[in-house]
Structures are given as structure tokens and as C-alpha cells.
């Protein structure tokens, strides 16, 4: 290989291997802020803010999503329709960037400590933005539901240069598509995380202190088998945690993504808010009209 092309290629390599997170355009995204800087880069978190948002005298329910990609990539605006719905809804809703294997060249437990560390900021920021310290959900699908379901139910795995560590990375209920939340030997990445388990294992950290949960799940998922999610649910009402699963029969993996079903997409968008409200997070009823004219102006 000539100097010139050698040189290029691991200019190519270095670059990629070290590939920053940029900063998302998402339309309509009120504010971008860093919650985080690890690995040499900066981590952002978007907010959507509801109608009528008083945030010096507010004291709302909010809600952060993240991101699927098997722990190695993925979009952050996964769930920005989710976020916006719920924000029209009267909730403050987040969308978070976390550290991947393609991006940051890390692994699993990067991206659990990273998403603890989205909810402490939220919580550690509830006052300046109006939202209610008890009333922080987290929501994902696939990685990101393993992510999300981490924040709620696996204890410990914070990042250890988290400066705020007194305040709790702790979810309040979880919203959760598909999660691989079984990663034991017989579950979803199990070689990937064995340095860490069970303690990275939601299935195999419930405890009577998590926080209700509802999970959606396709009957024709080929990395999370229905009876993973049935004993999940088991095992939460079992330690006494409210739980609902919802199986969709005949659908595959990402089922819910507005790209692949939007009848499923808008089920499992109006059966998120029907729990949550059912918890008090929202009022009145799902609102389909108002989802519907979401989709048509994005």
C-alpha cells in the first residue's frame, strides 16, 4: 500500500473508531442540553415541552426515551413521536443520546450507566424544569428497553465519575417495546454482559421496589420469546409490582416503529398513555385524533 493511501486508510480507521455524537436537528425540539460527557464526548438529552408550560410553577410528570440498537448503534430520534404525543399530552418528555459500541467503541454497561445518569440529571434538573422528582419515567425499545427497564429495576452500575451520585438515577415507572430485559445464559446477549451479571439483568434483579411497568412485545419476536415476557410480568406482580404485558400476534421485533405497522404504532401509543394515566401521570383519555395530527405534521 502507497504512504499517501496508507496514511488515509488509518485516518479513515481513526476516525471512525472514534466517531463523536452529534448533535441531533430534530424539528420542533424545544431545548438540547448535555447531560454528560464520557468517553470524550458530549451525551445530549432533547426536551419536548407541552402546552402551556410554566416551568417556574410547574410541577409535571416526565418521561425520557432511548434508543434501540442492540447496544452498538442506533437513532436518537427513535421515539420522538412518542415524546412529542406525550408532550401535547401534558407530560415533559426527553429523547437521550447514550454511548454505543459503533460510536464510543463500549459496551453494554456504558449504556446502562448512561441512562441512570440521563434520569439523575432530569431528577437533579426537576425544579429549574418544572417536573415532578417522583414522576420520571423511562422508556425504550429493544437496548433501549433494556436500558430503560435498567434505570427501574437494576441497582448499582451507575458511572462511577457520576459527581451527583447522592441523587437517585432511579426510574418511576417504565414504558418499555420489546425490551431485551433477560440477559441471562438462555437470554438476549448473554457473552456481552456476563462480566456484569445478574447485576445488568432486569429479569433477574425484581425486587417489590420497582416501578410499574408495561411492556409490548410482537408474538413472533426472535430475540425475546413471549415467555420471557409472561414470566417478567409474573414475577413483577408476584413481588408485588403493578405490571402489564401486551402481546401482538404475528408481529416481529420493532413491531411497534411507526415504519413497520401504523396501526401497532398508534395501539401501543394510546395503551402507553391509557397506563399512564391510569397512574396519574395523565388526564382524561388517550387522545388518537390529536396522535393522528401529530403524524401528519412531522
Aim: aromatic share 12%.
Amino acid at each position: 500500500m502507497k504512504p499517501i493511501l496508507t496514511l488515509l486508510f488509518f485516518l479513515f480507521v481513526f476516525n471512525t473508531a472514534f466517531a463523536d455524537t452529534k448533535k441531533h436537528d430534530f424539528k420542533g425540539a424545544a431545548v438540547a442540553e448535555v447531560y454528560k460527557e464520557a468517553s470524550g464526548d458530549k451525551l445530549w438529552i432533547y426536551r419536548f415541552d407541552p402546552a402551556n408550560y410554566k416551568p417556574e410553577s410547574d410541577s409535571r410528570p416526565a418521561v425520557v426515551f432511548f434508543f434501540g440498537g442492540g447496544w452498538n448503534g442506533g437513532t436518537v430520534g427513535q421515539f420522538e413521536q412518542q415524546a412529542k404525543y406525550l408532550a401535547a399530552r401534558g407530560m415533559i418528555t426527553f429523547v437521550a443520546d447514550y454511548r454505543v459500541k459503533q460510536r464510543q467503541k463500549t459496551n453494554p454497561d456504558a449504556c446502562v450507566a448512561d441512562g441512570k445518569s440521563a434520569i439523575r440529571w432530569v431528577r437533579k434538573n426537576a425544579k429549574r424544569l418544572g417536573i415532578d422528582p417522583d414522576r420520571i419515567a423511562a422508556g425504550g425499545g429493544s437496548a433501549g428497553g433494556h436500558v430503560a427497564a435498567a434505570t427501574g429495576i437494576c441497582d448499582g452500575l451507575d458511572d462511577p465519575a457520576e459527581v451527583d451520585s447522592k441523587i437517585s438515577s432511579k426510574s418511576n415507572a417504565l414504558l418499555l417495546f420489546n425490551p431485551v430485559y433477560d440477559n441471562g445464559p438462555k437470554g438476549y446477549g448473554h457473552n456481552r454482559v456476563k462480566s456484569w451479571f445478574p447485576a445488568i439483568s432486569p429479569a433477574h434483579n425484581i425486587s417489590p421496589d420497582d416501578p410499574p411497568t408495561i411492556v409490548f412485545l410482537g408474538s413472533k419476536d426472535s430475540l425475546v420469546p413471549v415467555e420471557t415476557a409472561k414470566k417478567f410480568d409474573a414475577d413483577l406482580k408476584a413481588a408485588g409490582v403493578q405490571s402489564e404485558v401486551w402481546i401482538y400476534e404475528d408481529q416481529p421485533h420493532g413491531f411497534f416503529n411507526e415504519g413497520k405497522s401504523k396501526e401497532s404504532f398508534l395501539d401501543t401509543v394510546l395503551k402507553m398513555d391509557a397506563f399512564l394515566a391510569a397512574n396519574g401521570w395523565l388526564d382524561g383519555k388517550p387522545d388518537r385524533e390529536k396522535l393522528n395530527s401529530l403524524l401528519k405534521t412531522k
